[in-house]
């Protein structure tokens, strides 16, 4: 499998175990992968676990 498929199932997989949150929010999904895409860019090797929780810290602010 390649690095790019990897990095969009990571990508999705995040989307999906923020649905919840992305949804009480009220942010739009391409809004949030966006998010999540910049996280995963910026540690492509960072646990999914750190990954999610930075993604949830940086949508939070893009609502501030």
Not at 6 to 16: A, I, S, T, W, Y
Not at 18 to 33: D, S
Not at 49 to 60: S, Y
Request: hydrophobic share 45%; glycine share 6%; net charge negative.
């Amino acid at each position: 499998m390649s690095e790019q498929s990897d990095h969009e199932q990571l990508r999705e997989r995040v989307v999906v175990r923020l649905g919840g949150f992305i949804q009480g929010i009220g942010m739009m999904v391409p809004q949030a992968r966006e998010i999540v895409e910049r996280a995963i860019a910026d540690a492509p090797h960072a646990d999914p676990n750190d990954i999610e929780a930075k993604a949830r810290a940086r949508m939070l602010i893009a609502l501030a």
